[in-house]
């Protein structure tokens, strides 16, 4: 009992001397602000005070992070706390210009010191213990205020990465403004009460972040007082030795560069799943409130989801590519994600019903929310056969949700793009167009590329009616189905740039909702008409000549001839004038049709007769009797 009025009384000690410490940093914030408009004031420029206030207030941020991520070093800092006290009361009896050296030359220093101190002394184990909510009110606005100004004051270290930095900030400012409607009673802690402590751990990861990275400046900072002693030790060093230094440093500066990006990526694959759950939660159990501070964080919460889903999908993606193996629901999970990343990259706002935009994210929202658990799941239990059976399952009903969504995009959310009309095959090389279209289809269906993952399908279904559709034209005479054969190559034409657009992202997610199924449509009604005027008709392909007269095994000599006027004038003109190179036509179709009828038909014409020798080099397709 005893004990624990001992460790409540530590704590208060200890939080009054974070409350102390704070109310003496203001002090001086408000002293140099007061002192810098002092004319007489002549030992520091305005940069250098600037420069000072802004090291001052991050630094009391960064010491409020120790009280609540320091474990045994309490003390210590409760401690640290109280002589900065006494340093900061016995400032303000001096003049305002020994102040500032004092300042700039002793109290700065010495909390960069304990700073690093506490840094040293702290793993940064994550707790366990439950924070108080004006605990965890304290620690979210502490750690507010170092993410606003570790830009400023890590800067070399930060620009690289500050897409995904600014990208934390507005992850970590949207649930703290969630946990702050929750204080002020616009949301019920019953709601959110199973989230509360993701927010927490979510603050404590966050905080670990702003350390580290202090921890890298305070490394630098000793590293060039290293530098300094040794230039000043010798200065007589070689050029090229020099040389050879900045090169090293620069390789240091990027390896720092890179790992501090590396910290970063990993931190928002922690705390936007948070994020995506505060989300569910609105879309949800919040979704009926009447509170004009909820429905405002609602709308700004969805406003800013596209960048942050879009991210994450993006991070999600090259983390199952690093951990995760192959896998039948890894595969679909690439799915889902390439369908996903086409949405957000692409969204064509001029073409959704704005009124349903944001149900519409939401609902994104939740898609992502679940991808996002199915790949912990993968990547928790790729050894357990039995949770990997109810991953495969759980990954199957996610790929039918993406399906329903497709549906819902094409026929409640967007609006049908105006410009969807055929496109015109603009080339002039038919044959050699579809044959370089067929082969980029093949290579597509062989890649591994994620973004032709989620197409191969309809890639594959393109190809098969296509070369289909060849097959009954082949080196075919154009001019017999010359306006069948434009139609075939507008259609190919339109469903290769509805692929290439959807690869490319450009416009993207109008092409797989609309224009490349439509394409797909038109394929198959060119394909049906094909069948019917050529497939059910005699079909003529040249082929080269087997160098060998074809013998003639049956006659039919005096048989009556009707119909196929047009193709029999055709094969005589090219038979009797035609290029050298082409000394055999072959007439091929369905059986029944009359191919060795007109083949005959052919052979008695008196032009060719007299064209060619007796020898004939003209015969019937097959060696079985004329059909009657």
């Given at each position: 009992m005893g004990r624990g009025k001992e460790n409540e009384g530590e704590t208060q000690k200890i939080l009054l001397s974070s409350v102390v410490l704070r109310e003496d940093i203001v002090n001086l914030l408000d002293f140099i602000e007061r002192l810098k408009n002092e004319e007489d004031q002549i030992v520091l420029d305005t940069d250098q005070i600037e420069n000072l206030k802004l090291e001052l207030t991050f630094l009391s941020a960064c010491l409020q992070l120790c009280y609540y991520n320091s474990d045994g070093s309490k003390a210590e800092m409760s401690c640290i706390s109280y002589e900065i006290h006494d340093l900061v009361q016995s400032l303000f009896h001096q003049s305002g210009d020994d102040m500032l050296v004092k300042l700039k030359d002793h109290v700065v220093p010495c909390l960069l010191e304990n700073i690093k101190t506490s840094i040293t002394s702290d793993h940064h184990s994550e707790s366990s213990a439950t924070m108080t909510e004006d605990q965890l009110v304290e620690l979210l606005d502490a750690l507010l205020v170092n993410l606003h100004y570790l830009p400023k004051v890590r800067a070399a270290l930060l620009w690289p990465s500050m897409t995904q930095y600014e990208l934390l900030q507005n992850v970590f400012g949207n649930l703290r403004d969630f946990h702050g409607l929750k204080v002020n009673g616009c949301i019920e802690h019953k709601a959110i009460e199973y989230v509360l402590p993701q927010i927490q751990l979510m603050a404590e990861r966050v905080g670990h972040f702003c350390f580290a990275l202090l921890s890298y400046q305070l490394k630098t900072d000793e590293k060039d007082e290293d530098e300094t002693v040794e230039e000043d030790e010798d200065e007589t060093d070689e050029e090229d030795e020099d040389e050879t230094a900045e090169e090293d440093e620069d390789e240091t500066d990027e390896k720092d560069e890179d790992q501090v990006n590396s910290m970063l990526v990993r931190l928002l694959l922690k705390i936007i799943p948070v994020s995506l759950e505060v989300m569910q939660i609105c879309s949800t159990m919040l979704e009926a409130s009447k509170s004009a501070e909820l429905g405002c964080f609602i709308k700004k919460l969805l406003e800013a989801s596209p960048d942050i889903f879009r991210e994450h999908l993006i991070h999600l993606q090259q983390h199952m590519v690093n951990a995760i193996p192959c896998s039948t629901s890894a595969s679909s999970i690439h799915v889902m994600i390439e369908f996903l990343l086409l949405f957000l990259t692409d969204m064509p706002q001029d073409f959704i019903h704005y009124e349903k935009l944001f149900v519409l994210l939401a609902r994104v929202g939740a898609l992502i929310r679940e991808v996002?658990?199915?790949?912990?799941?993968?990547?928790?239990?790729?050894?357990?056969?039995?949770?990997?059976?109810?991953?495969?399952?759980?990954?199957?009903?996610?790929?039918?949700?993406?399906?329903?969504?497709?549906?819902?995009?094409?026929?409640?959310?967007?609006?049908?793009?105006?410009?969807?009309?055929?496109?015109?095959?603009?080339?002039?090389?038919?044959?050699?167009?579809?044959?370089?279209?067929?082969?980029?289809?093949?290579?597509?269906?062989?890649?591994?590329?994620?973004?032709?993952?989620?197409?191969?399908?309809?890639?594959?279904?393109?190809?098969?009616?296509?070369?289909?559709?060849?097959?009954?034209?082949?080196?075919?005479?154009?001019?017999?189905?010359?306006?069948?054969?434009?139609?075939?190559?507008?259609?190919?034409?339109?469903?290769?740039?509805?692929?290439?657009?959807?690869?490319?992202?450009?416009?993207?997610l109008l092409q797989l909702i609309f224009l490349l199924p439509d394409a797909i449509e038109k394929i198959k009604l060119v394909k049906k008409e094909v069948q019917e005027k050529i497939y059910k008709n005699t079909s003529i392909i040249f082929v080269d000549s087997p160098n060998k007269p074809v013998i003639n095994k049956s006659s039919i000599a005096g048989k009556i001839i009707v119909g196929f006027e047009e193709e029999t004038e055709w094969i005589i003109r090219k038979l009797t004038s035609g290029p050298a190179e082409v000394d055999v036509i072959s007439i091929i179709g369905m059986p029944g049709l009359g191919k060795t009828t007109l083949a005959y038909k052919v052979y008695n014409e008196k032009s060719v007769v007299g064209h060619f020798c007796h020898d004939p080099s003209l015969g019937p397709s097959r060696d079985e009797h004329p059909e009657p």
């Open positions: 996002s658990i199915l790949i912990r799941n993968l990547e928790e239990n790729s050894t357990d056969e039995e949770n990997m059976n109810k991953i495969s399952c759980a990954s199957r009903d996610l790929l039918e949700n993406i399906e329903l969504l497709k549906e819902d995009l094409k026929n409640v959310f967007l609006k049908v793009p105006a410009d969807s009309s055929q496109l015109c095959f603009p080339m002039s090389d038919g044959p050699l167009f579809m044959t370089l279209l067929l082969r980029n289809l093949n290579d597509l269906l062989n890649s591994n590329a994620y973004s032709v993952a989620l197409i191969k399908e309809e890639i594959g279904w393109v190809k098969e009616d296509l070369e289909h559709i060849r097959s009954f034209f082949g080196n075919v005479e154009q001019e017999l189905y010359k306006d069948l054969w434009t139609r075939v190559l507008d259609v190919a034409y339109e469903a290769e740039h509805a692929i290439n657009s959807i690869l490319a992202r450009d416009r993207g």
